[in-house]
């Protein structure tokens, strides 16, 4: 990626904004009863997966993390084809609090709206949708084409398969770098770049363009200093791969060659990395 001047920043800014409300409106989410979306080409196929829950639970489960169900599924061709991945989020709550909160999965598909639109490829979003009760939010699913021959960057990290090749873990990272810097640039932080949320081409993972997904976090900085903001980012990347001292220090340089209006040097990038204290986040 190419580094920004301030027009095209701002170009970039009022891009993002112009997709993610225009998301918001297709979607029309409502905060007191349930209801579903889906993109145009994909009417066909979101109504199959509402009527044939049996079928998505016959796929292949891709995770287990509590409260998340992850389904990779293919859909009959006389419902348009393809395989896509369905995210269901169980999201109640033994109160009345939050009640009328967005769910996770419509943060998501509108991060989602807000990145493409900052240039950074992602995942494509084709339906969503939340089911409520009195308005109380219960559970939400978000449904993403897949991204055939791609693997995650978890290859690269300690128990991976690949997390002994030392140039393609520098090619990756140099990569997920520039992507990270343009959504800072354009003053967008996740606190979640993990790398395992960064596909890349299983064949050719040294040249092939990184995508981002499962970007339920992250939004226009609004609260943290953004150099706060952009050490959590980098030392979270950083710590699940793992990385040595000297390939940190060299990826800062690489890092800053994109994001040239921080107010970072190499030497202050680095110890505000180190400083970082992930308690508070986690808690």
């Known amino acids: 990626?190419?580094?920004?001047?301030?027009?095209?920043?701002?170009?970039?800014?009022?891009?993002?904004?112009?997709?993610?409300?225009?998301?918001?409106?297709?979607?029309?989410?409502?905060?007191?009863?349930?209801?579903?979306?889906?993109?145009?080409?994909?009417?066909?196929?979101?109504?199959?997966?509402?009527?044939?829950?049996?079928?998505?639970?016959?796929?292949?489960?891709?995770?287990?993390?509590?409260?998340?169900?992850v389904w990779r599924i293919t859909i009959p061709e006389i419902h348009g084809g393809g395989e896509v991945v369905i995210k269901y989020y169980l999201e109640a709550t033994p109160s009345w609090f939050g009640l009328g909160r967005r769910s996770i999965a419509v943060n998501e598909a509108l991060n989602y709206a807000t990145l493409e639109g900052l240039g950074i490829p992602v995942a494509k979003p084709l339906a969503c949708g939340e089911v409520r009760r009195f308005g109380r939010l219960k559970s939400s699913y978000i449904v993403t084409r897949f991204i055939n021959n791609?693997?995650?960057?978890?290859?690269?990290?300690?128990?991976?398969?690949?997390?002994?090749?030392?140039?393609?873990?520098?090619?990756?990272?140099?990569?997920?770098?520039?992507?990270?810097?343009?959504?800072?640039?354009c003053g967008f932080v996740h606190s979640a770049f993990h790398p395992y949320k960064i596909l890349m081409d299983k064949d050719d993972p040294c040249n092939s363009q990184l995508t981002l997904i499962d970007i339920t976090k992250g939004?226009?900085?609004?609260?943290?200093?953004?150099?706060?903001?952009?050490?959590?980012?980098?030392?979270?990347?950083?710590?699940?791969?793992?990385?040595?001292?000297?390939?940190?220090?060299?990826?800062?340089?690489?890092?800053?060659?994109?994001?040239?209006t921080c107010g970072f040097t190499s030497e202050s990038l680095w110890e505000a990395i180190i400083a970082v204290d992930f308690s508070p986040i986690n808690a």
């Open 219 to 260: 939004g226009f900085n609004k609260t943290l200093s953004m150099r706060a903001a952009i050490a959590i980012d980098l030392a979270t990347f950083f710590i699940d791969l793992r990385l040595d001292a000297a390939e940190i220090e060299a990826l800062c340089d690489h890092y800053l060659k994109f994001n040239t």
């Open 1 to 69: 990626m190419d580094t920004l001047s301030a027009s095209a920043t701002k170009e970039l800014v009022e891009t993002s904004h112009v997709q993610y409300h225009a998301l918001l409106k297709k979607m029309a989410p409502s905060r007191f009863h349930s209801w579903d979306w889906a993109s145009d080409d994909f009417t066909d196929g979101a109504a199959w997966i509402r009527k044939h829950p049996h079928e998505v639970h016959a796929g292949l489960y891709l995770s287990d993390t509590p409260n998340k169900e």
């Open 150 to 185: 791609s693997i995650d960057g978890s290859a690269l990290m300690p128990t991976g398969y690949l997390t002994e090749e030392k140039e393609l873990k520098m090619a990756f990272s140099r990569k997920a770098l520039e992507i990270i810097a343009r959504a800072h640039v």
